[in-house]
């Protein structure tokens, strides 16, 4: 999985092989904290944790439980990111020196979200998870500002894409289940209301991405993929008790497809500057 980006003629730094090490180990931790957090090891599923604040059924902004499933193809494609910037011909290659620390950040800031949200420290949790949707945007932009040389890059780019449209919609999702757990809007005639704003707010971020990264159809497209897929579920998991509301379905699907239709629309625009 070389690239072309790979600066093969330069001889690897002291810096490069402790990247490319602490890469792997970052890739390990972040899969066996996600392991951890889904029962295994004697740890409690998320859903379960900090008294179930952050399950599928605890807030009006809470993906149906199937949405979750998109973990599953972020961590994997995180183990392929962290074995290919490891391999001896990517050890100086300028886009992985220029991306991978951003990745291991963001691989450690998810191991310990799972570990403050399994210690019930909902408020912590909302701490780390906007941490990592700031260190996730840096390398969404970085991403961008470098066009992909060959297939490591491209599977970088999809997914970091996934990553940062996944935790887009899940740092929505925390701040509501932090806002329900400390008792404001949690119920009434106005949680209809702001749940709608939110959604605007996610539909606007989602154009945001894909207006900055027009013409980088690898990154842009699974960003508006990823907030698509978690919005829909926000849509599917209001036909049904407790939370269940049309008009919040309705605004979570009209979301989804601003954010899908946004991305593709962005990934055949073509940048000024490349």
Do not use: C, K
Not at 39 to 58: P, W, Y
Not at 119 to 131: D, R, T
Not at 177 to 198: E, F, H, I, N
Request: aromatic share 8%; hydrophobic share 60%.
């Amino acid at each position: 999985m070389q690239t072309a980006t790979a600066a093969t003629t330069a001889r690897p730094e002291t810096s490069d092989r402790a990247r490319q090490v602490l890469v792997l180990v970052g890739a390990v931790l972040a899969i066996g904290g996600a392991a951890f957090g889904s029962g295994a090891f004697g740890g409690q599923q998320v859903a379960d944790a900090a008294g179930g604040a952050l399950s599928a059924d605890a807030t009006p902004i809470a993906p149906a439980t199937p949405a979750f499933s998109i973990w599953s193809l972020i961590y994997l494609g995180l183990a392929v990111v962290a074995v290919a910037q490891a391999l001896p011909g990517q050890a100086t290659s300028p886009r992985f020196r220029a991306t991978a620390w951003w990745v291991l950040a963001s691989m450690l800031l998810n191991a310990a979200w799972i570990g403050v949200v399994q210690a019930g420290w909902l408020a912590a949790s909302l701490l780390v998870i906007l941490v990592l949707l700031a260190v996730l945007a840096r390398l969404f932009v970085v991403l961008v500002r470098m066009p992909p040389r060959g297939v490591a890059d491209v599977v970088t780019d999809v997914t970091v894409g996934l990553y940062l449209g996944w935790v887009s919609v899940a740092t929505l999702a925390n701040v509501t289940a932090y806002l329900t757990d400390a008792g404001v809007g949690a119920r009434g005639p106005a949680v209809t209301g702001w749940s709608v704003v939110v959604l605007a707010a996610a539909a606007a971020l989602a154009v945001g991405y894909a207006m900055h990264g027009r013409g980088r159809a690898s990154v842009v497209l699974p960003v508006g993929a990823a907030m698509a897929w978690g919005l829909a579920w926000i849509g599917v998991g209001r036909q049904s008790p407790p939370f269940e509301d049309g008009v919040v379905a309705l605004a979570a699907f009209a979301a989804a497809v601003v954010a899908l239709g946004s991305a593709v629309v962005a990934s055949v625009v073509r940048r000024r500057h490349t």
